[in-house]
């Protein structure tokens, strides 16, 4: 994976992070998150707010995701764009013990000692990637307003029951064979 280009990255300098709460805004491009799906499609710019609390050691920051995605509704393919948002929180922790995983809890993240910098992209990634919805739908499919919801339904339904026979249509089949 490539890095993110540097003045849009999602780095804080921990030497200049001061103690309490700091505030962050992002705004990049998709592409510099390396998250441009082949589905979805994001329209504009993601934007993240987050707020880092540094109490002597101790680190965390909480903050959310904004962004829009284009694609075609589940249901009744219509193009739509929607916003989304992901939340996320993490603490952050140095001296990770040896031989332990660093993935049982995605919330916790172990900082390189030897780094000065925090970089919240990569854990926020992940977050976004999380809420991009597999089958996106309509506002209007949401709501049951969907024009095109009843002939949706009627399709899926010839495809979903091919196999099965009205009850009604084996009876006469029965009698016909019957003749
Ligand atoms: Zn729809």
């Not at 995701?65 to 694609?71: L, W």
């Not at 995605?106 to 990569?122: A, P």
């Not at 506002?139 to 026979?165: D, F, H, M, W």
Request: glycine share 6%; net charge negative; hydrophobic share 35%.
């Amino acid at each position: 994976m490539e890095e993110p280009a540097a003045e849009n990255a999602m780095k804080i300098d921990l030497r200049e992070l001061e103690e309490g709460e700091s505030k962050f805004a992002f705004e990049q491009d998709p592409a510099d998150l390396d998250i441009q799906g082949d589905e979805a499609v994001f329209t504009g710019e993601i934007s993240t707010s987050v707020t880092l609390h540094k109490l002597s050691e101790a680190l965390s920051a909480v903050g959310k995701s904004t962004f829009t995605i284009r694609a075609d509704c589940a249901r009744c393919s219509e193009q739509i764009e929607r916003p989304y948002e992901a939340e996320f929180s993490f603490v952050f922790q140095t001296g990770k013990p040896r031989g332990m995983e660093g993935d049982e809890d995605e919330t916790l993240i172990w900082l390189d000692e030897e780094s000065d910098e925090l970089d919240l992209g990569k854990e926020v990634r992940d977050y976004i990637l999380l809420e991009i919805p597999i089958n996106p739908v309509c506002e209007a499919y949401e709501s049951g307003t969907c024009p095109n919801l009843a002939q949706v339904e009627e399709i899926e339904k010839a495809a979903s029951g091919a196999n099965e026979t009205d009850p009604r249509w084996a009876a006469l089949k029965q009698v016909k064979l019957g003749e």
